[in-house]
């Protein structure tokens, strides 16, 4: 957003992409961003919240706050099975954990990770037009 209050309408014409969603997810934490008064939707906002509650998740699956010992545990969390666990979830997941049972994280970005640090995610693809970024697609 700088950018655009920095330059304006000189930037028409030009394009980018960063990690977002484009699902129920992504509009339970607008809405809760909208609540607090914040921009919960802007580049990355989304992916540093579901990171939160994915390590928050972890460390209650391996009963331990030490990154040696939950690391394992993130996969578990992220993905099936378990039950679905999205968007202002978090205390749910934690006591489905505790209790014993699974969980599948889906958070504000439809969570679904393929590999240690890697996630099948979405890109938006925004194009500045008459000095605002819109929205171009998702990929």
Known sequence: PSLLQNIGRDLDGSWGQHPSADDAGIEAIKALGDAAGIDATSAFAPQAYDAA????????AAGSSDP????GKV???ANAPGQKIGVGEL???LRILRNGGQVDYDGATSVELIGPGESAGFYRHVEVMDGEFETVDFR
């Open 53 to 60: 509650a994915l390590f928050a998740l972890a460390m209650e």
């Open 68 to 71: 040696a010992r939950y690391a």
């Open 75 to 77: 996969m578990d969390v």
């Open 91 to 93: 205390a749910k997941g």
